[in-house]
């Protein structure tokens, strides 16, 4: 089965995960339309910065996922 991509930018979520400089942290999930989580991300401080770390990680390896399960 051949993989499924999403219509949203891999390079904008990329910029948005990294807003957790700003204390914005979580954009980047809302962008992907994972919107609770993103809250939940948002109010713990990026997950305090460890989630961050890990979604900014997955988004540069391509393994980041939309809230239908596309590949971003």
């Given at each position: 089965?051949?993989?499924?991509?999403?219509?949203?930018?891999?390079?904008?979520?990329?910029?948005?995960?990294?807003?957790?400089?700003?204390?914005?942290?979580?954009?980047?999930?809302?962008?992907?339309?994972?919107?609770?989580?993103g809250i939940?991300?948002?109010?713990?401080?990026?997950?305090?910065?460890?989630?961050?770390?890990?979604?900014?990680?997955?988004?540069?390896?391509?393994?980041?996922?939309?809230?239908?399960?596309?590949?971003?």
């Amino acid at each position: 089965m051949e993989e499924e991509y999403s219509t949203r930018s891999r390079t904008t979520t990329f910029l948005l995960s990294l807003l957790i400089l700003f204390a914005l942290g979580g954009v980047h999930r809302i962008y992907a339309g994972k919107v609770w989580t993103g809250i939940l991300q948002f109010l713990t401080g990026g997950g305090f910065v460890i989630w961050q770390v890990i979604d900014i990680i997955m988004i540069l390896c391509g393994a980041f996922r939309d809230k239908e399960g596309r590949t971003i």
